[in-house]
């Protein structure tokens, strides 16, 4: 079962699929159970309790070979990650234009269950199909890389849930300027399809800085080539927790 959670609920509201969702694997309970007015009529949670989010992370992750390609085998996700330019989003494998990539994404998501409130977060955007998926020998391409992010608090989603069912969700909070500055999405002419790939890491001390000098600071083409988000991760003590995706062809395919 290819079930693409973020896709597979778009048909109720953005906001509400979003708050509904963060709130269920936080709280273990089934949609809806956070409020006390009825579910939405068009509301399609009925099949939520046989249906884990997580799983389906998981499962998009395999059936794209995200895992192992860029994600070793293992990865167990601690919450979930939503990646939006307006109403595009990535959505574990759905396909985006150049045009819908272009500017910056909005960044969502919420604390694991064990985390701490105080928590920053890492995100890392690569591209491991430079220049080409037969033929990957610059990827993985770091297309950006932000640290010091925070996840709204569970709280504030809790409220604007009861709210407004209807009102966009909350992102997540930048407090430092980008380590690699956003590059978006360019593959070249024949080189088809492309993986693009999220992963977000959970900071080991709040006021985590990447090392001055470091390969993630350099911003010109030869210098993202070739770079390991994951094992990145692990020179300085981050855990992954969230990953996301989506696919984008070459301008000519």
Same mark, same amino acid.
């Given at each position: 079962?290819?079930?693409?959670?973020?896709?597979?609920?778009?048909?109720?509201?953005?906001?509400?699929?979003?708050?509904?969702?963060?709130?269920?694997?936080?709280?273990?309970?089934?949609?809806?159970?956070?409020?006390?007015?009825?579910?939405?009529?068009?509301?399609?949670?009925?099949?939520?309790?046989?249906?884990?989010?997580?799983?389906?992370?998981?499962?998009?992750?395999?059936?794209?070979?995200?895992?192992?390609?860029?994600?070793?085998?293992?990865?167990?996700?601690?919450?979930?990650?939503?990646?939006?330019?307006?109403?595009?989003? =990535?959505?574990? &494998?759905?396909?985006? %234009? *150049?045009?819908? #990539? +272009?500017?910056?994404?909005?960044?969502?998501?919420? @604390? $694991?269950?064990?985390?701490?409130?105080?928590?920053?977060?890492?995100?890392?955007?690569?591209?491991?199909?430079?220049?080409?998926?037969?033929?990957?020998?610059?990827?993985?391409?770091?297309?950006?890389?932000?640290?010091?992010?925070?996840?709204?608090?569970?709280?504030?989603?809790?409220?604007?849930?009861?709210?407004?069912?209807?009102? =966009?969700?909350? &992102?997540?909070?930048? %407090? *430092?300027?980008? #380590? +690699?500055?956003?590059?978006?999405?360019?593959?070249? @002419? $024949?080189?088809?399809?492309?993986?693009?790939?999220?992963?977000?890491?959970?900071?080991?001390?709040?006021?985590?800085?990447?090392?001055?000098?470091?390969?993630?600071?350099?911003?010109?083409?030869?210098?993202?080539?070739?770079?390991?988000?994951?094992?990145?991760?692990?020179?300085?003590?981050?855990?992954?927790?969230?990953?996301?995706?989506?696919?984008?062809?070459?301008?000519?395919?």
């Amino acid at each position: 079962m290819h079930s693409d959670i973020l896709s597979v609920l778009g048909t109720v509201s953005p906001g509400r699929v979003y708050h509904e969702v963060i709130l269920t694997h936080i709280r273990g309970s089934a949609p809806g159970s956070a409020r006390s007015a009825p579910p939405h009529p068009d509301s399609i949670v009925v099949i939520m309790p046989s249906l884990s989010p997580f799983d389906s992370v998981i499962e998009a992750l395999n059936k794209h070979q995200i895992i192992p390609d860029v994600i070793p085998e293992g990865f167990v996700p601690l919450t979930l990650l939503n990646i939006a330019w307006g109403d595009k989003e =990535a959505q574990l &494998g759905n396909e985006l %234009t *150049k045009a819908d #990539t +272009t500017n910056e994404p909005n960044i969502r998501f919420a @604390p $694991g269950s064990d985390d701490n409130p105080d928590s920053t977060y890492t995100l890392a955007f690569l591209d491991p199909d430079a220049p080409s998926r037969a033929d990957p020998k610059f990827g993985p391409f770091r297309h950006w890389v932000i640290t010091g992010l925070r996840a709204p608090s569970v709280d504030a989603i809790t409220q604007l849930a009861k709210d407004d069912t209807t009102a =966009a969700p909350i &992102g997540a909070k930048s %407090t *430092k300027q980008a #380590t +690699t500055p956003y590059r978006p999405p360019g593959p070249g @002419p $024949g080189t088809g399809v492309h993986r693009y790939v999220f992963l977000l890491f959970r900071e080991p001390t709040e006021g985590f800085e990447v090392p001055s000098g470091s390969p993630e600071y350099g911003a010109e083409l030869e210098q993202r080539r070739k770079w390991s988000g994951v094992e990145f991760g692990k020179r300085y003590g981050l855990r992954l927790v969230a990953a996301n995706f989506f696919l984008l062809k070459a301008a000519d395919q």
